[in-house]
């Protein structure tokens, strides 16, 4: 079976990128892996706006403190939810999170960096006007693509700290956690 | 690189479990998963409460019509937000959304069937109470774990239907999706 805990445990956001297309072959992977994420009630509420256009990716970069990241970078996948086909705010916030992932870790194996930018949904509403998009069509990330052009490094918390533990939970595996990482 | 798409689009959300405990390196590696999911400012606000325990399963399914599937579960995780560490609701719940979307691949390549539980939210006032949570810990979904027992279908929206294509976007690459599923 395909190791997935590796690239889930070396995927790093990459913030600068080659001046090198990204693949129509690719970009279609990278899709069709958002595209099989599970949601509530298989909702399936995100949509996707491609971008590969400088000029527009410049005008986008000016509603975000990293819009260097998103004129260096070669695709540019805009996430939004149709809030129309939304049914529950939150679950539904979760869903689009899980697609994002997918695509992120399918573009990792593809040799191609990604980030994802939320800071830019402060100022959603200026993004949604310059797209022209619909009412219903809500900004929820832009997740910059490209080869990447540096090899960045990041940490995470230590699993014993991210484990809950009840009074009620009977079987103690307190053990198992905390000598881990 | 590994074939992370195929476990993408193969993956699906399994109700019935055989009755095999989940052996604890398995676990291991689930949680392991979760841990390296992105966050905004890589603030990981999950939390994940593990319950191996078929009295507490009981008492946990009263709070929702999926009950039985977290009674037939060899293994429950319940997925947490730590809003003492939350910086931005949205971007919180999409992140957590990636953790539980990583702990469903990597237990899918470990044999594992899951099924992400959504509606037990609606109870969980009651079910933070029953697990004596404390307060900075709000429910965002339970997660069913176990060796499936059935092979479940799924299908999703084709990907030309969740493709946005707003006026300003210069690359006509329609033709890309319109083919496709």
Chains 1, 2 share one sequence.
Request: net charge positive; proline share 4%; hydrophobic share 40%.
């Amino acid at each position: 079976m395909p190791d997935i805990i590796s690239v889930i445990r070396n995927r790093r956001s990459v913030r600068k990128f080659k001046d090198k297309p990204v693949e129509d072959s690719k970009l279609l992977r990278i899709l069709e892996a958002g595209r099989w994420a599970p949601s509530g009630l298989n909702n399936q509420p995100w949509r996707f706006l491609v971008i590969q256009d400088k000029d527009l990716q410049s005008k986008i970069s000016r509603y975000t403190k990293y819009g260097r990241i998103i004129t260096g970078a070669n695709l540019l996948i805009v996430v939004l939810m149709d809030t129309a086909d939304s049914y529950n705010r939150d679950k539904d916030l979760m869903a689009t999170g899980a697609a994002i992932q997918n695509m992120l870790l399918e573009a990792c194996v593809l040799g191609i960096g990604s980030c994802w930018l939320g800071e830019i949904v402060n100022q959603k509403s200026h993004v949604q006007k310059l797209l022209e998009l619909d009412s219903d069509l809500e900004l929820l990330a832009a997740l910059a693509f490209g080869y990447p052009a540096c090899k960045p490094i990041s940490c995470r918390k230590k699993l014993k700290n991210l484990i809950i533990y009840p009074d009620l939970k009977s079987k103690d595996n307190k053990s198992l956690y905390r000598d881990g990482q």
